[in-house]
């Protein structure tokens, strides 16, 4: 049994430059995960909280010390001396610790970031890559192994963008049984399609390269409409 041996954290910045928490987890065996939280400019109602500072003279209230404090004083307590190949329990743990439905009193942030980490230690552990390692948990040892399909965010609606719909999101997704390198390549010349579409019209967008288009549509259908323009015209 590999166990847990010492767990760290420290405040780091994401690629915008927002904070965000990086975890290390060292086992027994001297294998280390380090993994960082991914995090959102703007958090929905029914997604598990990310705990901040809510100090405005750092990080205009950004900050992670607060969640950084409680892997210190109540995450890494709990944890050091398990065994760390048992991730439901790891996770079990952290949930019975927090003990709220939304994480918010240790900080979805602080859990999710070691629960990662140990997953990466541990699998570091076992010489498996992370997919491997993790393949024993969902119970599919009989499927194949595949790459997974391609999904592309092509209009951003919602209350997150202030703007048209229901959906945050609307999607394209290449059918299962294209190659990948096929799949990449419908999406991307699904995605110029559009963009020359929009821009003959002369809707307003950002550039697309992340979250998707924003033209100033009005209904669901609109949307739906442009891309399907889109995908034929590709």
């Not at 709990?78 to 439905?101: C, H, P, S």
């Amino acid at each position: 049994m590999v166990k847990i041996k010492e767990i760290n954290a420290r405040e780091i910045l994401n690629a915008k430059g927002l904070p965000t928490i990086e975890a290390t987890v060292t086992l027994s065996d001297g294998k280390i995960g380090v993994a960082s939280c991914p995090k959102g400019e703007k958090i929905a109602n029914y997604e598990a909280s990310e705990l901040k500072d809510s100090d405005e003279k750092r990080f205009e209230g950004d900050g992670m010390l607060k969640a950084i404090d409680n892997i210190a004083n109540i995450i890494k307590p709990a944890l050091v001396g398990k065994d760390a190949e048992n991730q439901q329990d790891i996770d079990k743990t952290m949930i019975n610790l927090d003990g709220t439905q939304n994480k918010s009193r240790i900080g979805a942030n602080a859990m999710l970031t070691v629960s990662i980490a140990v997953a990466k230690a541990s699998a570091e552990s076992s010489v498996l890559p992370l997919f491997l390692y993790l393949r024993q948990f969902i119970k599919k040892e009989h499927e194949s192994l595949k790459i997974p399909v391609p999904i592309f965010n092509l209009i951003s609606g919602g209350k997150k963008q202030n703007n048209f719909g229901d959906f945050h999101e609307f999607l394209v997704v290449p059918a299962s049984s294209k190659p990948y390198t096929e799949s990449i390549r419908i999406g991307t010349e699904i995605s110029k399609s559009l963009r020359r579409i929009l821009e003959s019209k002369n809707l307003k967008m950002n550039d697309g390269s992340e979250e998707g288009f924003t033209p100033s549509f009005t209904t669901n259908k609109e949307a739906f409409y442009f891309i399907k323009q889109a995908v034929e015209e590709a």
